[in-house]
């Protein structure tokens, strides 16, 4: 018999869906690795949001053979110690799709429309007509990342009759851009962009990616959305470029620190909007990363079919 266990807190109720649809499997569901390791030491199969594991904690569950994260995030994973044990990998990419794209359009309009400004407004008890306001329409997003989460976002744009352009590894043309390039492509882009939204992966080739040189090709009236992880945007970078004016302004929902210190110069600022890491918050995120568990967990039981998002351990992602 199947043993998964839980590190991540799931509720009573998918709990027991999970418990209905699979009786043949044992379940074993906690709120931390550490009652894993204590109590699931013999498991074969783990979920987790991915940020659990070690190289020391995969050694104490020698049975493990597969691990699936219900996150899309998964650079915190002990990638050698799980390529060298062949412990098979997926992950919960796709689910933020919908959360994502909707949070990235809401900003967006709250830009150009300018309701933070108007909110303020309101509270002063001011009726000030004189605000310039803009459009989305005919404007050109660059979304560097054009995996789940970035073509989500693009199809929303397109339907405000935005230009939208893709980064990939490959360059390889999608759908729901108007344009696809590589990171090779990057100064061209970010010169065109009037919105650059950032949906890449951590990983060694992206880290810093967004730094003093890149935001020196990007227009003075740009604007910058980081949805991804902090630490592929150069914050102190960040910082000067909106201290002098040197983007119009940014978006950010992650950070090299979180939470965000309360000393972090970045609260102090009126062209950037904060967010604490919740632009892929949804009522619904348990439900959609449970059923592409279930699907795997279905090919997992039976040896027939393919995983879904599974990952390139070598590639870290």
Same mark, same amino acid.
């Given at each position: ?26 379940? $074993?569901?906690?709120? =931390? ?6 109590? &699931?030491?013999?498991?074969? +199969?783990? %979920?987790?949001? !991915? ?78 007509? $004189?605000?310039?306001? =803009? ?6 997003? &660059?979304?560097?990342?054009? +995996?789940? %989460?970035?073509? !989500? ?95 119009? +302004? ?68």
């Amino acid at each position: 018999m199947a043993h998964i266990a839980s590190s991540a807190k799931i509720s009573q109720r998918h709990r027991q869906r999970l418990q209905e649809k699979f009786p043949e499997v044992r379940f $074993s569901f906690y709120e =931390g690795i550490h009652e894993v390791l204590e109590q &699931a030491a013999d498991a074969d +199969g783990l %979920i987790t949001y !991915g940020e659990d594991l070690t190289g020391e904690r995969l050694r104490r569950l020698p049975r493990l053979r597969w691990i699936h994260v219900i996150s899309a995030g998964v650079e915190q994973l002990p990638f050698s110690e799980l390529e060298q044990a062949g412990i098979l990998v997926t992950n919960s990419r796709g689910i933020h799709e919908v959360p994502m794209g909707e949070y990235t359009v809401a900003v967006m309009l709250d830009w150009v429309r300018k309701l933070s400004v108007f909110r303020d407004r309101q509270r002063e008890r001011r009726w000030d007509p $004189s605000i310039r306001v =803009g459009e989305l329409a005919g404007k050109t997003a &660059a979304i560097l990342g054009a +995996g789940a %989460i970035g073509q !989500g976002i693009a199809k929303r744009l397109q339907a405000f009759d935005m230009k939208v352009w893709g980064v990939n590894t490959t360059g390889k043309p999608l759908p729901q851009f108007d344009q696809v390039g590589t990171l090779a492509d990057l100064k061209p882009i970010l010169e065109e962009a009037d919105f650059v939204v950032v949906t890449l992966p951590h990983t060694p080739q992206t880290e810093g990616l967004l730094g003093e040189e890149a935001f020196g090709w990007m227009k003075p009236t740009s604007f910058l959305i980081n949805i991804a992880r902090g630490p592929v945007v150069v914050e102190r970078a960040l910082l000067r470029a909106l201290n002098q004016r040197q983007i119009g +302004g940014a978006v950010l929902d992650v950070f090299d620190q979180e939470p965000l210190q309360e000393d972090h110069p970045f609260w102090e600022m009126d062209n950037l909007l904060i967010t604490p890491h919740i632009s892929g918050r949804s009522p619904l995120y348990m439900t959609r990363a449970l059923e592409i568990f279930e699907r795997n967990l279905s090919v997992y039981l039976s040896g027939n079919g393919a995983y879904i998002n599974r990952l390139d351990l070598s590639r870290g992602y």
